[in-house]
C-alpha cells in the first residue's frame, strides 16, 4: 500500500512538473527595424525562459495583419498567456477575441490595446511623464521663466496608431503650451496639433522628410531656430539628419533636440553635442515587471499594478503598471547606460550595444 502511494504521489508530482514545464507565453514585438524592439524582445525571451517558461517570440514586420496571425498563431499554440506590443493598438481585435474565448490572459507591453474588454493588463512606462521630462528639458535649457525671448521651437510627434504618441505629446504640451500661447515659444510653421506633427510607424525618413519641407519653407530665410522637441530617438534621428544638411549649424550651432530610448545613434548623437537629450526607459525593469506579471497571473496570485485610472482602452480602464522615465544626457550616460551594463563604452568614446 505505501509502495502504491509513493507511486501516485511521484506521478502527481512529475505531472505537476510537467504541466509547469508546458507553460507557454507568448511575446509579439512590432518589428526588427527600430532598436528598442530587438532589445525588447530579448530582454522578454531572456527573462521568461529564466523564470521557466516556454517562449514563442515573433517580430510582425510594422504588418498589422501579420501581428493578428502572429497572436493567433500563439493562441492556437497554447500559449497560456500573450504580451503583445501593438503596432496599432485597434488592429488585433479578432486576435484578442480568441484570447478571450479560449481563456488566455493578456498583457499589453508598452503600447496599449484598444476598444477591447479582453485585454487584462497593461505594462508600460509613465508615457505622460515622458513628455513633461521632454518639455521640462526645454524650458529649463531656454529659461523659459527668466529669459525674454522669444524663442523659436518646432514639434515632431509619434506614430497616431500608438497610444502611446498621444501621451508623450500632451506631456510635453503640458509643459510648453502656455509659453506658446504668451508668445515666448514660436512656432514658426504654425504647426502645433498632434496630428499635424505625428509620424506615421516613428520612421526616420518620414521624419527627415516632413523636417526638410520646415526649413525649406519656414527657415530658408535664415531664421534662428532654438529648439526641436522630438517625441522619440527615431524621429529625432530623421530631424537631426535634416538640420546637418539643411540648416546653417556653423553659424547658429545646434538647437535643443529631444528624444526618447536613448538609441545608440541617438546616444553618440548627445555625446558629439548633436542631440542635447533623451528619456530613457530601461526596458530589462519593464521586461521583469512582466516576467512578474505573467508569473502571478498563471499562479493565481493578485497580479501588482499602481494605476487603475488613467488608461481607457474605450471598452474598459485597463489595469496598468507604469515604470519610471529618466533623463538620459551627455553628463549622465556613462552612469545611466555604461555603469548599468546597458551598453558598452568604445575606445573613442562613444557606445554601442552588448555583443551577441
Not at 59 to 85: R, W, Y
Not at 177 to 183: D, F, L, Q, T, V
Not at 258 to 266: A, E
Not at 272 to 294: E, H, P, W, Y
Request: net charge negative; glycine share 8%.
Amino acid at each position: 500500500m505505501k509502495k502504491i502511494l509513493a507511486l501516485v504521489l511521484a506521478l502527481v508530482m512529475v505531472m505537476s512538473v510537467a504541466s509547469a514545464l508546458a507553460e507557454k507565453v507568448g511575446v509579439s514585438m512590432p518589428t526588427k527595424d527600430l532598436q528598442r524592439w530587438n532589445q525588447d524582445g530579448a530582454n522578454m525571451e531572456a527573462k521568461l525562459k529564466e523564470a521557466g517558461y516556454e517562449v514563442e517570440l515573433q517580430f510582425a514586420s510594422n504588418d498589422p495583419q501579420q501581428q493578428l496571425a502572429q497572436v493567433e498563431t500563439m493562441i492556437d499554440n497554447g500559449c497560456a498567456v500573450v504580451v503583445i506590443a501593438a503596432i496599432e493598438g485597434k488592429s488585433l481585435g479578432a486576435a484578442l477575441d480568441k484570447a478571450a474565448e479560449k481563456g488566455v490572459k493578456v498583457i499589453a507591453y508598452d503600447r496599449l490595446l484598444m476598444d477591447s474588454e479582453a485585454v487584462d493588463y497593461y505594462a508600460t512606462f509613465d508615457n505622460f511623464k515622458v513628455g513633461v521630462i521632454q518639455g521640462t528639458y526645454v524650458k529649463d535649457a531656454l529659461k523659459l521663466d527668466e529669459a525674454e525671448g522669444p524663442f523659436v521651437i518646432e514639434f515632431t510627434a509619434g506614430d497616431p496608431g500608438d497610444n502611446n504618441a498621444g501621451f508623450f505629446f500632451d506631456g510635453a504640451m503640458s509643459v510648453l503650451k502656455p509659453y506658446i500661447e504668451s508668445g515666448k515659444l514660436v512656432v514658426t510653421s504654425g504647426q502645433t496639433e498632434f496630428e499635424k506633427v505625428a509620424t506615421p510607424e516613428w520612421k526616420p525618413d518620414t521624419a527627415q522628410a516632413r523636417a526638410e519641407n520646415i526649413l525649406s519653407s519656414y527657415y530658408a530665410d535664415g531664421t534662428k531656430l532654438d529648439a526641436w522637441l522630438c517625441s522619440n530617438d527615431s524621429t529625432a534621428l530623421g530631424v537631426t539628419n535634416a538640420l546637418e544638411a539643411n540648416y546653417d549649424i556653423a553659424s547658429y550651432g545646434w538647437p535643443i533636440i529631444t528624444g526618447q530610448d536613448c538609441d545608440v545613434t541617438n546616444t553618440n548623437n548627445m555625446i558629439d553635442g548633436k542631440q542635447a537629450m533623451s528619456v530613457f526607459k530601461d526596458t530589462r525593469t519593464l521586461a521583469a515587471q512582466v516576467v512578474k506579471m505573467v508569473g502571478q497571473i498563471l499562479s493565481g496570485e493578485k497580479v501588482d499594478v499602481n494605476d487603475e485610472k488613467t488608461y481607457d482602452n474605450g471598452k474598459k480602464v485597463v489595469p496598468s503598471f507604469l515604470c519610471d522615465p529618466v533623463i538620459g544626457t551627455a553628463e549622465n550616460y556613462k552612469e545611466l547606460l555604461i555603469d548599468s551594463g546597458y551598453y558598452i563604452l568604445l575606445d573613442d568614446g562613444h557606445v554601442d550595444k552588448l555583443p551577441e
